[in-house]
Antibody
Framework: QVQLQESGPGLVRPSETLSLTCTVS????????WSWIRQPPGKGLEWIGY???????GYNPSLASRVTISVDMSKNQFSLKLSSVTAADTAVYYC??????????????WGQGTLVTVSS | DIQMTQSQSSLSASLGDRVTITCRAS??????LNWYQHKPEKAPRLLIY???TLQSGVPSRFSGSGSGTDFTLTISSLQPEDFATYYC?????????FGGGTKVEIK
């Protein structure tokens, strides 16, 4: 059973960089796509981007200028960096595994989520 | 971006009811549509992928249908553990986008 666990600071100052790590257990980070998704308080889910085990990335254009997602195969982890944060970036951040096989494309395993608050 | 619209932000139902949740895409997405169940403080759970395929381990009272722009998630007989928020998500094109969610509440 694949499990994902987010970790990182719960409080980030405005204009600074939000940094989160997702640790994958019960399976290898190789051969799959790994995504970050967030949910601001009282709002719906927003896809942030993905990284493939090779390091290939894809980002939501609405965030692309501020986002970097990377993978560390040796630690079975992938990470999110979001720069120049504002209060609008306050959200629960989830990491998830994205399965992409022919006509199938979905998120099958998710972390529990971690709340990140942007405030001075 | 493809906009996903769940017209019901919430609905009230009783145990044993048949519940239907709808989702509409702003352009055709074939059957690249997934459904998730989300409970507070928990990880979202994949229920249905490719519009109608039941994810392994998900009870058979859940079913999905539709193609193109209109999709439906049906719970045939609502159980206590089904009270949650349900999201649709399109995987036809980047950026991947979600519907706003439908919260199923106890009547």
């Amino acid at each position: 059973q694949v499990q994902l666990q987010e970790s990182g600071p719960g409080l980030v100052r405005p204009s600074e960089t939000l940094s989160l790590t997702c640790t994958v257990s019960g399976g290898s980070i190789a051969n799959d796509y790994w995504s970050w998704i967030r949910q601001p308080p009282g709002k719906g889910l927003e896809w942030i981007g993905y990284v493939y085990h090779s390091g290939t990335t894809g980002y939501n254009p609405s965030l692309a200028s501020r986002v970097t997602i990377s993978v560390d195969m040796s630690k079975n982890q992938f990470s999110l960096k979001l720069s120049s944060v504002t209060a609008a970036d306050t959200a629960v951040y989830y990491c998830a595994r994205r399965v992409v096989v022919v006509t199938r494309d979905y998120f099958d395993y998710w972390g529990q989520g971690t709340l990140v608050t942007v405030s001075s | 971006d493809i906009q996903m619209t769940q017209s019901q932000s919430s609905l009230s139902a009783s145990l044993g009811d048949r519940v239907t949740i709808t989702c509409r895409a702003s352009q055709t997405i074939s059957t690249y549509l997934n459904w998730y169940q989300h409970k507070p403080e928990k990880a979202p759970r994949l229920l249905i992928y490719s519009a109608s395929t039941l994810q392994s381990g998900v009870p058979s009272r859940f079913s999905g249908s539709g193609s193109g722009t209109d999709f439906t998630l049906t719970i045939s007989s609502l159980q206590p553990e089904d009270f949650a928020t349900y999201y649709c998500q399109q995987s036809y094109i980047i950026p991947l986008t979600f519907g706003g969610g439908t919260k199923v509440e106890i009547k």
